[in-house]
């Protein structure tokens, strides 16, 4: 996760204007998508991508409670980053995108804490050392992410296709779409935190063919 997210970096930086072009930016929005993608993208793909890999690590082994805590903390120091960088500093855009990426390094930093912590007590592990890819390693990595990433892909492709035909309204129709996309990730976002929670219950007991419990957990 690290390594493509650093690839992910480095294609941003180098071919920033076609990624703008194709998100739908137009002359009004390009600067300031520019000034937040530099730093969520260009500096923070990495950070952003590690802290979601590293709650789904913790969370499979059972501890949801501090894989809620380690993105709740990100999100909450989001919030308080984002009026101080945007106005307190005046950054505009670079203060929001500069807000998400240090809310992304601090989550990422509470959960190696938590594994420097739990050393011996959890599976999960982060040295360099024991970065060592074999073909059955590989084989599952891309067995269970292909289908998840070709869903995401398909919600980023969406929105990018409805982005660039909105574009045409002006940059308050898709100042507007973007509001009314959060609010429906209200609701959408907590069913799918009571999905994830439950996942690794259901998972657990399925593996041990405890049918019974499993019902009892869905």
Same mark, same amino acid.
């Given at each position: ?28 929005? &390009? ?6 993608? #530099? ?20 969370? /499979? ?7 809620? !805590? ?9 919030? !308080?980053?984002?009026? !101080? /960088? ?13 807000? &998400? ?6 989550? /990422? ?13 959890? #599976? ?26 070709? @869903?995401?892909?398909?919600?980023? &492709? ?29 609701? /959408? ?6 999905? @994830? ?20 957990? &869905?």
């Amino acid at each position: 996760s690290v390594i493509f997210g650093l690839v992910l970096s480095a294609a941003y930086l180098l071919l920033s204007g076609g990624f703008l072009k194709m998100l739908g930016a137009d002359d009004v929005t &390009t600067c300031a998508t520019a000034d937040y993608l #530099l730093w969520t993208v260009g500096f923070g793909a990495a950070p952003s991508i590690f802290n979601v890999v590293m709650a789904y690590y913790v969370r /499979c082994e059972g501890a949801s409670l501090h894989a809620s !805590i380690g993105t709740m903390s990100g999100c909450l120091l989001n919030i !308080i980053l984002d009026p !101080i /960088c945007i106005l307190g500093l005046g950054m505009g855009a670079a203060g929001a995108g500069f807000a &998400t990426f240090l809310s992304n390094c601090f989550a /990422c930093l509470y959960f190696l804490a938590l594994i420097a912590v739990r050393k011996g007590k959890t #599976l999960v592990c982060v040295s360099p050392k024991a970065f060592r890819p074999n073909r059955r390693l590989v084989t599952g990595i891309l067995g269970v992410g292909i289908p998840a990433s070709i @869903q995401n892909l398909l919600n980023v &492709t969406g929105m990018t296709v409805m982005t660039n035909a909105i574009a045409s309204y002006g940059a308050e129709a898709v100042a507007a779409m973007g509001i009314a996309q959060k609010t429906t990730m209200i609701p /959408c976002y907590i069913a799918m935190g009571v999905s @994830q929670g439950v996942m690794p219950l259901i998972g657990y007991n399925f593996a041990a063919r405890n049918a019974r419990r499993m019902k009892e957990a &869905t």
